[in-house]
């Protein structure tokens, strides 16, 4: 199973086998990763998921709809060129490896 | 709108099964869950005979019609009577009647208007709020929370935050008639509009652009449609949605945590010691007793869900707060139980496209009112016996006699 590694707001690591198919936030939250909230559940409507992604995984990610586009600007810590919302960021077998570092504050 | 695919059915299914009850009775709105228990462990579909329309109450059906809109559209209206036919005697809400890709457009745009770095400017005043809200029911010790705590809080930041201005009576016997009709034109919905027919001419000014005070987001709508970024003559119809959708069910959902606490010392002590863990008891109070019971799409094609065949053009009534009880997503779903990991899986703010757009707002309201009181009360509880308004579609306290001891 592809492998994530969240790096906390206190530099810690937390590194997670997430299946093909879910979400960061979704794997995050189950796992009781404090950092990640994910209020509205993948709805794009909080902006409580927010990651920063390590550059060379960037080309993997999914594209950002308009939707992530914009609820990236109101993302409580600011946005970052590597911002993403966890929620978006569905796991495939490309992505095994990820490192994202969670975003401080979320709320 | 969540990213993760989800499943799709083909084939032919077989017939829901009928159901011959009628949910929209005072017997079963005082006490809904043998009717979901029923509705859930009948089949993944059923058929409500009285009405001719499907209904699904378990978890995952739930979640499908709620945000597959493709198959489960709400333009032809999210409550009972289809809004295309003949006869429809409710105005369309523009912006919950209507799928992608025209809902898309308007929905960001709102959401510009309410976005959390918007809502996170308002957290202070609401504190001042809630400071006024809890010094006063510290005098008092015995109080009735839903008047005293959940209205005095809701009624008061909510219509300040909108700009608009709502006597409190008004805005409770309003609540009554919106969440009546989206359900059937029964004698609960009739009684209620009777009791607003004296007041129906103020509420139809009450979201007009001249009764925007200055500063409110309800300005900031009517703005967007001068600037070009909503459509043409829909300022009056989203504000009258943020006026329906802001007020009954955050008022609920903070009555439902103060009911549980007050039957939970054990958990209400936590809550005592540390403030933080509002945010995961209201989440948890709006799964164990969802505020918004009901809802509706209709049938866009013939299609299965959950092995039933589904024919086109009927419509389906989503029973959120059976679906927040469903045994196989919740172990022990009747008990309240704030360590419960519940934000972000249960259905109380809806799914989809058409989740609450005012969640953040209603979370913030809750966690600062909440957290007011868990800081300087030791100790509630009960005084009476809680009642119900009994509503078509929305699940709220009337009254909750509570004792609250002062730290």
């Known amino acids: ?107 | 709108m969540s990213a993760e695919p989800r499943p799709v059915e083909d084939g032919k299914g077989g017939l829901p099964p009928v159901l011959d009850v009628d949910p929209f009775t005072e017997e079963v709105l005082a006490d809904p869950y043998p009717f979901h228990e029923h509705l859930r462990e009948l089949a993944p579909v059923v058929e409500l005979a009285r009405y001719g329309i499907y209904a699904v109450g378990r978890h995952d059906e739930v979640q499908t019609v709620m945000s597959d809109h493709e198959r489960f559209m709400a333009a032809a209206g999210t409550g009972l009577y289809d809004l295309r036919k003949p006869g429809a005697w409710r105005s369309r809400s523009p912006l919950l009647e209507c799928d992608p890709p025209d809902h898309t457009r308007m929905r960001m745009a709102l959401t510009r208007i309410i976005s959390p770095v918007v809502v996170r400017k308002w957290r202070a005043d609401f504190e001042t709020e809630a400071q006024r809200v809890v010094d006063r029911i510290i005098d008092m010790r015995e109080i009735d929370a839903v008047r005293d705590v959940a209205e005095a809080f809701v009624l008061t930041v909510f219509p300040a935050s909108l700009g608009v201005d709502i006597p409190h009576e008004n805005a409770v016997a309003i609540g009554d008639m919106n969440f009546n009709a989206i359900g059937p034109n029964n004698d609960i919905f009739q009684r209620s509009l009777r009791k607003v027919e004296p007041i129906l001419e103020w509420y139809q000014q009450s979201f007009q652009r001249e009764s925007m005070i200055e500063g409110g987001f309800g300005q900031r709508i009517y703005e967007a449609e001068d600037a070009g970024e909503l459509p043409v003559d829909s300022a009056p119809g989203l504000v009258r949605s943020f006026i329906r959708g802001g007020m009954d069910t955050t008022i609920a959902g903070i009555g439902f945590a103060l009911n549980q606490l007050a039957r939970n010392p054990a958990q209400w002590a936590k809550l005592h010691d540390d403030p933080a863990l509002v945010k995961s008891a209201f989440e948890e109070a709006i799964r164990h007793e969802s505020p918004s019971q009901t809802q509706f799409r209709t049938v866009v094609r013939n299609t299965v869900l959950g092995g039933m065949q589904l024919v086109a053009d009927r419509k389906v009534a989503i029973f959120m707060g059976a679906a927040n009880r469903d045994k196989r997503k919740w172990e022990r779903p009747e008990e309240f139980d704030i360590s419960r990991r519940t934000t972000g899986v249960h259905l109380a703010f809806g799914w989809g496209a058409h989740q609450c757009i005012g969640q953040m707002i209603a979370r913030m309201e809750a966690e600062v009112i909440l957290s007011a009181l868990a800081r300087r009360v030791r100790r509630i509880e009960l005084s009476g016996t809680p009642t119900y308004r009994l509503i078509n579609t929305l699940r709220t306290l009337e009254c909750l006699p509570l004792r609250v001891e002062p730290v």
């Open chain 1, 1 to 107: 199973m592809p492998k994530v590694t969240f790096i906390n707001p206190d530099e810690s690591r937390v590194e997670l086998d997430v299946p093909v198919g879910q979400s960061l936030m979704r794997a995050a939250t189950a796992a009781g990763i404090d950092g990640i909230v994910g209020d509205c559940g993948g709805g794009l409507t909080c902006a409580t998921c927010h990651v920063l992604v390590q550059e060379e995984f960037l080309p993997d990610t999914p594209p950002v709809t308009p939707n992530e586009d914009q609820m990236l600007d109101f993302t409580a810590m600011g946005r970052h060129p590597t911002s993403r919302l966890s929620c978006q960021l569905v796991m495939t077998e490309a992505l095994d490896g990820l490192v994202v570092r969670i975003a401080d504050p979320q709320l």
